[in-house]
């Protein structure tokens, strides 16, 4: 997400950092460079040309010029513009009752997905969704979303076969949400159909039903990697149906975003939610403020904390600790953290979210190499888990055969395992020095 963009503009702002003092020659050749880095990820130019001019304005201030680090001062300043072009201004979901959401759209820019993403995440929260298929013309957009409902556990309502009128479809929506077994409900979330380009019959049929339906969220869900159709896209639906924010799809999948900056400035309704993996958890809220950082190079240490709190059971953690006090850690344990790591993310997203760690290359990991970890570990038995020293060379040839993997892939696997090992039991014999009486004391450690 973002990736070519943030690579060219740490370039810049460690170049400005380096500089003892700042001229207006060094802020404005360091502006052109972002204006440019700007374009090539798909922003739009006069959304580049205005807020390359806002950045200029302060950053050739008296104040800015004459002090002590006049290279970080810009750096603040470029991130708090960027995170107002995101979105300073973002609003939480407005669920109030009747608690109605509208997600609108092109085809293929994921509105089906996105409103079974949302109603998981809403559950999450606390809420209790409802999911309605009034995509009455994309064959299988019913089907799809029913089979979504299932998934993430949400009731979904599905017009009478057959059926072409989207109004009538909505009434017949409410009628159902009426029910007994539905009245809890507090969320009801519609995904309308979209068309390969914005045409007057689609907009106008949105308007029937924004109308009929009377929405507290109108949401557009669009595709990031758009580019500079972004623009286009987002003013007609605006114009046309009044947008309370944004679901930007594909975040992961797009090295410029550029459409993110466009279509939030355009608009200038935030950007609630992004869809980052094409899981139906890997969706998340849009923060401008967290965004900013990780594209300067900042990090996003708020999020790696959540992220971690999200994928790492209590019961699990304590239990580790256990075993990290015991020096007692076996294949077992080995897999369940590699099963932790995984439900992370990939490991170069994580990087990101550490300050100075955003542009480092070379560590993402294949998910087929993953599997094959697991794969290994399963082949073993029970004992050969807990007891990795029994794993002679015919042992080793049968897990490899079980795997569909090699005898050195299993040799390397346990080499790291051993190595982890060794550090885990040098972690225990280092935390009960530091508890002995009269032991060496660090402060803060317990």
Do not use: C
Not at 201 to 212: G, I, N, T
Not at 234 to 251: M, N, P, R, V, Y
């Amino acid at each position: 997400m973002f990736s070519q963009l943030a690579d060219k503009l740490q370039d810049v702002f460690k170049d400005l950092r380096g500089h003892g003092t700042i001229s207006e020659t060094n802020v404005t050749d360091a502006m052109r460079t972002v204006r440019m880095a700007l374009l090539e990820a798909d922003v739009h130019y006069q959304v580049a040309k205005d807020f390359i001019a806002r950045v200029k304005a302060k950053a050739l201030g008296e104040e800015v010029l004459r002090s002590v680090t006049p290279g970080q001062q810009i750096v603040k300043i470029f991130q708090d513009e960027l995170t107002t072009l995101l979105g300073g201004d973002a609003a939480p979901l407005n669920t109030e009752k009747p608690g109605r959401i509208l997600l609108v759209g092109l085809n293929g820019a994921g509105k089906t997905t996105s409103a079974a993403k949302l109603a998981r995440w809403l559950k999450g929260q606390g809420k209790t969704p409802l999911l309605y298929a009034l995509d009455l013309y994309r064959p299988a957009a019913i089907e799809q979303l029913v089979t979504l409902g299932k998934q993430v556990g949400v009731p979904v309502f599905r017009p009478e076969p057959g059926e072409t009128d989207v109004l009538r479809a909505a009434k017949a929506a409410l009628a159902w949400s009426e029910l007994p077994e539905n009245q809890n409900a507090n969320v009801h979330l519609f995904d309308t159909a979209g068309r390969q380009e914005i045409d007057e019959p689609l907009v106008e049929e949105l308007k029937r039903v924004r109308d009929f339906l009377a929405p507290q969220e109108i949401l557009l869900v669009a595709d990031a990697a758009t580019g500079q159709q972004a623009v286009s896209v987002a003013t007609h639906f605006h114009e046309a149906l009044g947008l309370s924010g944004l679901i930007l799809t594909k975040l992961d999948g797009d090295a410029r975003g550029g459409a993110a900056l466009s279509m939030r400035e355009v608009t200038k309704r935030p950007i609630k939610f992004a869809g980052v993996g094409e899981k139906l958890d890997q969706f998340e809220p849009f923060y401008p403020e967290r965004l900013a950082g990780r594209i300067l190079g900042l990090g996003d240490i708020v999020g790696l904390v959540e992220k971690a709190a999200q994928a790492i059971d209590e019961e699990e953690a304590r239990r580790m600790e256990e075993k990290l006090r015991t020096a007692s850690f076996d294949l077992n344990d080995f897999l369940a953290q590699f099963k932790m790591l995984r439900k992370l993310g990939p490991l170069e997203n994580l990087l990101g979210m550490l300050p100075g760690m955003g542009n480092m290359k070379g560590f993402s990991v294949n998910e087929k190499q993953m599997r094959r970890v697991e794969a290994i570990v399963l082949s073993m038995t029970m004992d050969e888990r807990r007891k990795p020293d029994i794993l002679n060379a015919r042992r080793r040839q049968r897990i490899a055969r079980g795997s569909g993997t090699s005898v050195t892939e299993v040799n390397d696997l346990l080499l790291r395992f051993h190595q982890m090992q060794k550090m885990m039991k040098n972690m225990g014999k280092f935390k009960k020095m530091m508890a002995r009486p009269g032991g060496p004391r660090i402060p803060g450690m317990r």
